[in-house]
């Protein structure tokens, strides 16, 4: 719920804070190693309050790159890669 208000970075933190908390009270491994993990990322995490956008279609694009690199079983000519590359996903 907290990602689907409209709030600034500040308050954004106060509730991520607030969720912290709660997920400690709840005493849940899964949701302590969630928890810890979005702790180390925090600022990462709190730019997202800034203009409410993500990086989820550099992650598609990269996503696809890779399969297409793993269907050719690994790159010999870079330059001829990289123009496939261009040509599919330009």
Known sequence: ?????RCTKEQGA???????SKV??????????????MYDREDEIFNY???????ASAESL???I???????RGIIDRK???FRLMKIYA
Not at 1 to 5: E, G, L, V
Not at 24 to 37: L, R, V
């Open 14 to 20: 106060v509730c991520l804070h607030s969720w912290y």
């Open 66 to 72: 890779k399969h297409f690199r793993a269907q050719l």
């Open 24 to 37: 400690g009270e709840f005493g849940n491994k899964a949701f302590n190693d969630i928890a810890a993990a």
């Open 1 to 5: 719920m907290i990602f689907s208000q």
């Open 62 to 64: 990269n996503a696809k």
């Open 80 to 82: 001829f890669f990289l």
């Open 49 to 55: 309050f800034v203009n409410r956008s993500t990086n």
